[in-house]
């Protein structure tokens, strides 16, 4: 019986889907326990909608399975550090935890950036670990933005 993916394993085959349309490769997964709540690429271009980063579909379409406006007690698993915008979804919907691949230099929010978590006014912060597939993210965005040009 084959494994399943892991969480990380399959945000990044989302971003890699999501590079294959001509969207920034972004995966997002969201977890309660062992069970996917949502996963979600990047479709800002194919939606025509700035707001429509991985992190911010997976996080709707969480609320919605889980039919309330809150995702305490589950994970989200993003392939890259996230935005202004989606560290303040994340504070919002109360996520547990937060894994992200690539750190985002010029974008991030969580740490570089603003470091939203860090900020007085943050009324929460999930736990952050980062690092997880981080080789696999950094060379999928590399690659991706390295062909733009």
Request: glycine share 8%; net charge negative.
């Amino acid at each position: 019986m084959p494994l399943t993916p892991s969480p990380m394993e399959l945000a990044l085959d989302l971003a890699r889907q999501a590079a294959a349309a001509g969207e920034a490769p972004v995966g997002a997964v969201v977890m309660e326990g062992d069970r996917v709540l949502a996963a979600e690429a990047n479709r800002m271009r194919a939606l025509g909608d700035p707001t429509a980063h991985a992190e911010m579909l997976a996080i709707r379409a969480a609320l919605a399975e889980r039919g309330t406006g809150r995702l305490d007690g589950c994970d989200l698993y993003v392939t890259l550090e996230p935005c202004a915008m989606c560290a303040g979804a994340i504070a919002h919907a109360r996520l547990r935890r937060l894994y992200y691949g690539a750190e985002d230099m010029k974008a991030g929010a969580v740490d570089n950036g603003i470091r939203l978590f860090s900020q007085k006014t943050c009324h929460h912060a999930p736990e952050v670990i980062s690092g997880i597939g981080e080789a696999a993210s950094a060379s999928l965005l590399r690659d991706f933005f390295a062909a733009l040009r």
